[in-house]
């Protein structure tokens, strides 16, 4: 490992530690409900599934799926991934190390904005094509700078600024059709946030004329061609 990447990985372990561990029991009892009122209905239980930008798994360890991988460069993944969890510490705008057409569906949650620039994001997208089946999905979530001008960059590790258009358009170039596109679908955030009661989400879930009121994050759903 370069004296490089062992800082961001040590950055990493640093921010994700200050900012998530006092909440994760709780947010992942927030991804138990949203893999299995929401997510779940993207996933086929019989899927491939990546998870990039993996965390401490809250996504990748509730969603069922035949064959489960999460990426990440924060060592302390590892300790949260459950057993059936393939871990893959690595660059994701790097080569990936599975083979072509080997996934079924690529999820990912509040992580594109922490890639350094956009080229970054674009060597990541054709990784993520390459592994995809025909037909495979890509699922994207993330905060919608058109609905956080500001707030945005409240997160000293967001570099990347995006829409569900800009991603949209990015997805496009690389190959992708975009089948759903939602400006406005969650909240923004569960840092410094109210812990609200898990029956509000599966209300909120349920309601999708509540997210255009406080939805600031996006979801973008993209098959590939």
Known sequence: MSDTQAELTAELQNIYEARFASTHAYRNEVWKVLTAVFFQKLVPPNAAVLDLGCGYGEFINNIE????????LNPDAARYLSRDVRLLAQDCSAPWGLQDDSLDVVFTSNFFEHLPDKRALSRTLYQAHRCLRHGGKLIAMGPNVRALPGQYWDFFDHHVALSERSLSEALRITGFAVTR???????FTLVDAPRYPLFTLRAYL????????FGRQFLVVAEKQ
């Open 65 to 72: 799926g035949a064959a489960k991988y999460g990426m990440d």
């Open 181 to 187: 596109s939602v400006a406005r679908f969650l909240p």
């Open 206 to 213: 349920s309601l999708p004329v509540a997210w255009k009121v």
